[in-house]
């Protein structure tokens, strides 16, 4: 019965998660844009000396020719400030600009993008985070397609060369919980608010919709700005489209173990509605899914039973799917069980901080 069960659940997994698949775009292969609308890309950087050089090198190549780039220093102590205007100071179409002091109520990468926006003058708007790099096209693909699906907003979650342990098992998961978790033809098709996602590493967003719904000063206070902001944008009566971005963004996105625990704890239980319901139902989830498989695997090498080891082997082409489609390494899907309880382990140490009445640290701020 329970090997049953098991092989019931990662069929089930395995055909859910290639029908959803379906519904997630690539981002236009051709260039061809009209109109060729202003585009402003906005970085904000705290503390990012070890990712200037690259990322400026990296804006350089952009073949996008209306453009405009405004780099914003948030009260680094490393010298990025001084590497920003060492890099560009000999290309007009970057602007330098240091923040202001983090006001009450704010999240300090907010506030950032805030003060970026007053800054930009283009007709759409390129948030990207300091540790991506994008392919050179990355603006006329971008546009290309928001024309042809009509949107006004594209984001997607980049593709990720972790180096370190917890990186290489937790990082991937973004996309993973994407296919399982949101139903992406509603996502993509509709303007319903509670289906979407976006990641703030990459938000591409036309002026218009921006200013119509107040910009990031609308979430000022979020911990997972990215999602409420393509909330309020279908709220608002736009349309957003989350896509696979992967063959033309990479992001470099924590530097340590340490670093990857930190900031997954920090954005997890927050991403979940901070809800304690939630943490026990995807708990439930991910063991039925992910480890119950994982122990009969177990059982069925150690009794030599190998039927048993099937349902274990239906959680790895899941995972390898999904990981064949966002450029991630293939052995990874090996390790799920372990991705699995380690994902476990933030939701509840992210809970309990805020059960607890602490502060998220994050980069010397502290949020609640």
Not at 66 to 92: M, Q, R
Not at 186 to 211: H, M, Q, S, W
Not at 244 to 261: A, H, L, P, Q, R
Not at 311 to 316: G, H, I, K
């Amino acid at each position: 019965m329970l090997l049953t069960i098991a092989l019931l659940m990662t069929i089930l997994l395995n055909v859910w998660t290639i029908a959803n698949s379906f519904f997630l775009p690539n981002l236009q292969k051709e260039t061809a844009v009209k109109d060729r609308p202003k585009v402003s890309l906005l970085v904000p950087l705290r503390d990012e000396i070890e990712h200037v050089t690259e990322l400026i090198r990296c804006l350089k190549a952009i073949t996008y020719a209306n453009v405009e780039f405004i780099l914003l220093d948030d009260h680094s102590e490393d010298g990025t400030y001084e590497a920003l205007l060492n890099e560009t100071s000999n290309d007009p179409r970057f602007i330098i600009i240091q923040g202001h002091p983090l006001p009450e109520g704010w999240n300090g990468k907010v506030h950032a993008c805030h003060q970026l926006s007053q800054h930009a003058s283009g007709d759409y708007y390129l948030f990207l985070d300091a540790d991506a790099r994008v392919s050179p096209s990355i603006i006329e693909r971008s546009l290309a397609t928001l024309q042809k699906r009509k949107a006004s907003m594209l984001s997607g979650f980049p593709h990720y060369p972790n180096h370190h342990v917890l990186s290489h098992l937790l990082v991937p998961l973004q996309h993973m919980v994407v296919f399982l978790h949101l139903p992406l033809a509603v996502a993509n098709f509709t303007r319903l608010p509670a289906f979407t996602a976006a990641c703030g590493i990459f938000i591409f967003i036309e002026r218009k919709a921006y200013d119509a719904i107040g910009g990031h000063q609308a979430v000022k206070g979020s911990l997972v700005e990215d999602v409420h902001i393509a909330r309020e944008v279908k709220k608002h009566g736009f349309s957003m489209i989350l896509c696979n971005i992967t063959d033309g963004v990479v992001s470099y996105m924590y530097d340590s173990s340490k670093e990857t625990w930190e900031g997954f704890k920090k954005n997890i239980y927050t991403g979940i509605g901070r809800s304690p319901v939630m943490v026990v139902f995807l708990t439930s989830l991910y063991i039925g899914l992910f480890l119950f498989p994982f122990a009969l695997g177990v059982y069925g090498i150690v009794s030599g039973q190998t039927a048993y080891f099937l349902p274990f082997l239906l959680t790895v082409t899941f995972k390898m799917y999904v990981d064949a489609r966002t450029r991630h390494p293939l052995w990874l899907s090996w390790l799920l069980p372990f991705s699995a309880a380690l994902l476990i382990a933030l939701l509840f140490a992210s809970m309990m901080v805020h059960l607890r009445g602490k502060s998220y640290q994050w980069k010397g701020r502290s949020y609640e």
